[in-house]
């Protein structure tokens, strides 16, 4: 069931949901958060699930800057309430609320990736607002983080992959014809990863093999990923475009990778023949 308690639309506002059976203590957080507002500060819009079930289907559903879990809710206790939520939204800023008897979770928690723990009857209104904004800011810089070391990454990949290819970047626009291909393999290739299915790697050899015989370089490769990203479904939901982009990756990763070695092979036989 899920209750929602306030309400707001400024451009300054944290969306936070808080995992809590107890609608004693989700109506003490709500009047905390309210008290945790100040002038110079953000707004709280808050949501309540009062259970685990409830809390993995809204945030499947939207974007929220924060999730305060009570540990111990009817369908999950401890820790693994944290792990379930951790492991499927792993780039959301997570508090945990622990009793005085078992802060040992929330420091659990801290070291297995939440942001922050707060002690159930111990926390006011202020001390409450700067951690919920804390968290979210320190999740925020913690992703901009990963972000950038995956373009880094990206790049380091593309730039092996344009030393072994022995073409000019496609001028001509070949790439567009593969589009239609790429996109059905994309698709099958997250299907197999979400389902936990044999990844169609005989498809991704194949068109790797494609490309290579057209002389396609790194920049092909991506321009023709970014081009599937951009053509593929209707996302209800910024969550949704963002895992299915993350799954996606691996199969660009993988026909890379695939495109790699033939650009080696081929260099190594002209060696070889020379």
Known sequence: MVRPLMESHTLNTLSVLLAEDNPGDANLFHDHLLGGQTGGGPTFSLTVAEDLKSVQRILGQGRFDVAV?????????????????????????????????DERLGVESIRRGAQDYLVKGSVDGLLLGRALRYAAERQMLMNEVERLRFIQ??????????????????????????????????????????????????????????????????????????????????????????????????????????????????????????
């Open 153 to 274: 990454r990206q790049k380091e990949e593309m730039g092996q992959l344009e030393t072994y290819s022995d073409g000019p970047p496609d001028i001509g626009g070949r790439v567009f014809a593969l589009k239609p291909v790429y996109g059905a393999l994309v698709r099958r290739y997250v299907l197999a990863t979400r389902e936990r299915l044999p990844k169609p790697s005989g498809e991704v050899q194949n068109l790797a093999l494609r490309l290579a015989a057209m002389g396609m370089g790194a920049r092909d490769v991506v321009r023709l990923h970014l081009m599937v990203l951009k053509e593929t479904g209707t996302w209800s939901t910024p969550a949704e475009e963002k895992a299915f982009s993350v799954d996606a990756r691996l199969a660009l990763v993988e026909l890379m990778g695939n495109l790699i070695d033939l650009y080696k092979e081929r260099a190594m036989t002209h060696t070889v023949v020379s």
């Open 69 to 101: 879990l009570d540990l111990n809710l009817p369908d999950s206790r401890d820790m693994e309430t944290f792990v379930k939520v951790h492991e499927r939204f792993p780039n959301l800023a997570i508090v945990v609320l622990t009793g005085l008897e």
